[in-house]
């Protein structure tokens, strides 16, 4: 209820002021500009783009994966079953960042309808490290299982994209697209029926657990510490600073019916400051 209040009058304080220079504008003849919606985006997807801190942060996730794949291989009895790797696709193997640079281009919120446009291209890159992790899991007789919230619509082009990446087991048995929920639990279950899973990887918590997908930041945190020991041992994340449920389920509460103007303020609510 704090939080709410805390919201809600930080969002009627940040239309006020909008207001106002509205009325400033208008009284001075000087139309007041249009702020780009994904104005506030450009940061994280120049430092995807172009920091070499990022590249590094992915190498230092795929090392640490390939060392305790090499680890968990030794230490598995082989003959109990087959063994693989789960891995989402989307900034955790295939970066995305020109699509989110388009965004920003055409002064657009994310929609499904330029999602599938940007995906049936099939030009994006690969994550670092992706590429070569993947296909020394396969060298180690582990095969790779991509569940991803790609929609099944998009299974030809996404698989497209991925072999063109030369990724291993680039094909329908493997990946594991979105049909009826986002919750990934019951495809990790059909996995495990015939596979003994070493590894998952992701760039949002929710490719780990769907414990995650509840619609609070404290609640995620709370459930990140008490899954401290799982990552770099069971969970490897990459980094993706733009966009996740750490947004849409913490920042904005699981609401999807913000105006523009209201997730500004929110954001901006947020911030801790001294």
């Not at 996730?61 to 696709?89: E, M, S």
């Not at 929609?151 to 990724?167: D, Q």
């Not at 899954?227 to 733009?242: D, H, R």
Request: charged share 25%.
């Amino acid at each position: 209820m704090k939080i709410r209040y805390g919201i809600g009058m930080m969002i009627g304080l940040g239309l006020t002021i909008s207001g106002c220079q509205q009325q400033t504008s208008s009284s001075n003849s000087t139309a007041t500009p249009v702020k780009n919606v994904r104005e506030y985006s450009v940061q994280s997807v120049l430092w995807q783009q172009h920091a070499a801190e990022y590249r590094a942060l992915c190498y230092q996730a795929y090392n640490l994966a390939k060392a305790r794949l090499q680890q968990l291989v030794k230490q598995t009895d082989t003959t109990a079953g087959k063994l693989a790797v789960i891995t989402d696709i989307d900034e955790t193997v295939l970066d995305n960042s020109p699509f989110n640079a388009k965004l920003i281009a055409l002064n657009e919120e994310y929609s499904s309808e330029e999602w599938a446009n940007w995906v049936k291209l099939e030009q994006a890159e690969a994550v670092p490290g992706a590429v070569g992790f993947l296909n020394f899991a396969k060298s180690q007789g582990v095969e790779v299982f991509y569940v991803s919230n790609r929609p099944a619509a998009l299974e030809k082009a996404t698989i497209a994209n991925l072999k063109k990446l030369n990724l291993p087991y680039a094909e329908p048995d493997h990946l594991l697209l979105k049909t009826e929920t986002s919750a990934k639990k019951s495809r990790f279950e059909q996995v495990r029926e015939t596979h003994n899973v070493l590894l998952y990887l992701g760039d949002n918590l929710g490719d780990f657990s769907s414990e995650f997908r509840k619609p609070s930041t404290k609640k995620r945190n709370a459930l990140a510490k008490q899954l401290e020991a799982k990552f770099g041992t069971e969970f490897i994340v990459l980094p993706n600073p733009m966009y996740g449920d750490w947004e849409s389920k913490g920042i904005y509460e699981g609401r999807y019916d913000w105006t523009a103007a209201e997730r500004d303020s929110i954001r901006h609510a947020k911030l801790n400051t001294y």
